[in-house]
């Protein structure tokens, strides 16, 4: 069949269009433990940081290692998509337990542990069966982190983000689209773990959103919250020491007093090599500012057991 044949009107504005998706790369887990590596040098907190590099690098290996896990096939993406549901539901997928055999690929890529309650929770989830694993799970991307043991939280979560981001590199190009909700994946329907403003190309100046599951970045348009919605009177707050430049801080959290609620935003523009999972662990500082002020996370990290309030 005869493709269209575009005028240059036309052509100039197909052109322009940004991309709506950044699907990630099959070395995603790499460069976040890469990342997580860098940042804690000299860091307060470097011990955790490079807790969670070994954890991440474990993923990469996992990830590579690991036989391809039954999921939707293309018919039944399609028809996910036709009826305005993600094609890798979460809360589906996860209840049917085709993701389990990435728990135990995962366990047998970390090095040994040298914490007794990093080996006691490891432990724990080893000898845990496919029931208990899941109901974990279920308790984990609903939000319910007091139906689970706390320490078990960054690797059942990162078993997670293997068995769904080996999910969302099998879809088939193209397939994704633009959905009437975009506070949530258009891949599996989880919530973002933050947002990234880029700096190059069509993209430039446009802020994308990086599911907190599968890792998958959805265009979200910017000064609109990502919770509610709401677009009036939202404030950016930063740690920047330079408060005559807020403009130019590298992170600042979006917060909104309709819902009470804030993402953080990285602008590669001053940090071109911030990574979402990563940089949101290493400045947990500025949700304990925010929480001071009486905003509340709605954006979960699976590498990190929030705790009580």
Not at 218 to 225: E, G, P
Request: aromatic share 6%.
């Amino acid at each position: 069949m005869p493709g269209q044949i575009l005028q240059p009107g036309q052509i100039e504005s197909s052109a322009n269009i940004p991309p709506f998706l950044n699907p990630p790369t099959e070395q995603l887990f790499k460069r976040r433990a890469e990342r997580f590596s860098r940042l804690a040098e000299g860091h307060p907190v470097a011990a955790y940081l490079l807790l969670m590099a070994d954890l991440c690098s474990a993923q990469q290996r996992a990830l590579d290692a690991l036989a391809p896990l039954p999921g939707p096939d293309e018919a039944a993406a399609r028809l996910s998509i036709e009826h305005h549901m993600p094609p890798l539901a979460y809360d589906t997928l996860v209840r049917g337990g085709n993701w389990l055999p990435a728990v135990d690929a995962l366990l047998e890529q970390l090095p040994a542990p040298q914490n007794p309650a990093v080996e006691a929770a490891l432990a724990q989830l080893r000898e845990a069966d496919s029931g208990q694993r899941k109901a974990w799970a279920i308790a984990l991307l609903s939000g319910q982190f007091d139906l689970l043991p706390p320490a078990l939280v960054p690797y059942l979560g990162a078993a997670l983000q293997v068995a769904f981001s080996q999910w969302l590199l099998a879809l088939p190009e193209g397939l994704l689209t633009e959905s009437e909700s975009r506070t949530l994946c258009p891949a599996c329907g989880s919530p973002p773990v933050a947002g990234m403003v880029r700096h190059r190309g069509k993209q430039i100046g446009l802020r994308y959103l990086t599911c907190s599951l599968c890792s998958c970045e959805w265009h979200y348009v910017r000064v609109k919250c990502s919770h509610c919605e709401e677009s009036k009177q939202l404030g950016y707050l930063s740690l920047e020491q330079a408060a005559d430049k807020p403009e130019k801080a590298a992170l600042r959290a979006e917060a909104c007093p309709n819902c009470q609620g804030y993402l953080k935003q990285f602008y590669l523009e001053y940090d071109s090599e911030a990574e979402a999972m990563a940089d949101d662990l290493a400045s947990l500082d500025l949700d304990m500012r925010l929480a001071e002020e009486g905003y509340q996370r709605r954006a979960p990290n699976l590498l990190l057991a929030p705790g009580s309030e």
